[in-house]
């Protein structure tokens, strides 16, 4: 029996504070920590640092304009990655550890915004989320050396601070696809016309029903999926529909880690002492080695304090922010999968599909024009510049400043930009007429775009 409340602000304390089963919270551990140091290790061997390095400019944000790193300080932050992460997930020197996390997780992702993918923001959010957790109060190493108290269980607001980020996540990335391109299944039947060549699924893929067809399960999963998470009858069969979402995901885009993270956090709308119901090994293990919580631990919330107001604050605040973000294209005129401006950092994920081109041209003070060579601004990897109005603009400048090393000041930078959205033909992103060094890069719309196509 839940002891009874006077008013509706007892009743949150006791959702938020009451202690619930620490089983949940070593699974994301574990999780968490291998996914996110296995994502990082990937991209070491998949070159992202040595691409990195061979760029003479990078697109910083403008929010966060880092310095240049070189090799040693890069691979070195790539290792902190890889072995915070692992060591967050053995639960040795837990607190240390997360932080290290966090910092390295959040360098490496704002070094390059033309590298910017949602999932690496999502391990970012996740990875300063460890930093709060007591994650590491059961089957941890800092357990097994005294350095820790043990604990059977974890107070339950830390349990919803990882639902209601997962739930932010799929909520926005629905209320995004409700725009008339993927409704009319445009970037979708672009992605999968490309795989027509596959072997034995190809002929399938390029079939026009299925890109519709995954458009609205797309849109339909997103939206409903953590409200049947939240039904205990329907949840199985939500989780169910996760897994075929994720892993269709695997099996046609790939996308690295994403998708079993996906299904890792998915996992936790179930009964916090979840894992300990596994089958197997898997099972076992959390039965030996994560204390149960006895009969009367979750039968009550701890008194009133200073520190459930603060985590009370914390938490409205955290949820005001990734409530906010998202919304805030909202706040520049014009098609946020054109412009680009808000499009980042809202969950906007795989919404439409661009392909692009830039050519641009410098004009002297005598009237001379010629076509600038961009070998000495930016590398081949980071062709996506193209895209946007932002990496447009700052590759203007880029060029003028090396111009002015020659000892041939330019007077403007034009550029012939091409942009094909969802399958679309090309259309200028911007005017071949308008002159790049008038602007600056700024949070500000960019008026200068040219409008959206039809």
Not at 144 to 155: C, H, K
Request: proline share 8%.
């Amino acid at each position: 029996m839940h002891p009874p409340f006077s008013s509706p602000a007892a009743r949150l304390r006791h959702a938020l504070f009451r202690p619930v089963d620490i089983a949940w919270l070593v699974f994301f551990r574990l999780g968490a920590g291998v996914f996110i140091a296995t994502e990082h290790a990937g991209a070491v061997v998949l070159g992202h640092p040595q691409r990195y390095l061979e760029a003479p400019h990078h697109f910083t944000y403008l929010l966060a304009p880092l310095p240049d790193l070189s090799a040693p300080v890069l691979y070195g932050l790539y290792a902190a990655v890889i072995g915070g992460g692992l060591a967050v997930a053995a639960g040795w020197r837990y607190r240390a550890a997360a932080l290290l996390l966090c910092l390295g997780c959040w360098w490496l992702f704002l070094l390059d915004s033309t590298t910017y993918i949602n999932h690496h923001y999502l391990f970012c959010l996740i990875a300063s989320l460890l930093v709060v957790l007591p994650a590491h109060r059961a089957a941890s190493l800092d357990v097994r050396a005294g350095r820790v108290a043990p604990a059977a269980t974890a107070p339950a607001w830390t349990r919803f601070l990882l639902l209601g980020q997962l739930g932010v996540v799929y909520f926005f990335a629905g209320l995004a696809k409700l725009n008339t391109d993927w409704l009319a299944a445009r970037p979708l039947t672009v992605w999968l016309g490309n795989k027509g060549h596959w072997w034995l699924v190809g002929p399938l893929l390029i079939q026009s029903w299925l890109a519709w067809l995954m458009s609205y399960a797309g849109l339909l999963f997103d939206l409903l999926v953590v409200p049947l998470l939240l039904w205990r009858a329907a949840r199985p069969w939500a989780y169910g529909a996760a897994v075929v979402f994720h892993l269709s995901n695997v099996v046609i885009f790939g996308l690295g880690t994403f998708p079993w993270f996906s299904l890792l956090m998915t996992a936790l709308f179930f009964a916090p002492d979840f894992p300990r119901h596994l089958p197997g090994a898997v099972g076992r293990w959390f039965r030996r080695r994560v204390p149960a919580p006895g009969p009367t631990a979750v039968a009550e919330s701890p008194s009133r304090s200073w520190r459930q107001v603060a985590v009370v604050a914390a938490l409205t605040a955290y949820g005001a922010v990734q409530v906010a973000v998202p919304l805030r294209h909202f706040l520049y005129p014009g098609s946020v999968h054109w412009t680009e401006q808000g499009h980042d950092f809202a969950w906007h994920m795989m919404l439409r599909s661009k392909t692009s081109t830039a050519t641009f041209r410098v004009r002297f003070a005598d009237g001379h024009e010629e076509t600038a060579d961009l070998g000495n601004v930016v590398t081949r990897a980071q062709s996506r510049f193209a895209n946007y109005p932002d990496g447009l603009l700052r590759v203007a400048h880029w060029l003028a400043a090396d111009y002015r090393k020659q000892g041939r000041p330019p007077t403007a930078v034009f550029v012939d930009s091409r942009v094909a959205l969802n399958g679309r033909p090309e259309q200028p992103l911007v005017a071949p007429s308008v002159n790049l060094l008038r602007y600056r890069p700024t949070l500000r719309p960019a008026a200068w775009v040219a409008p959206a196509p039809d």
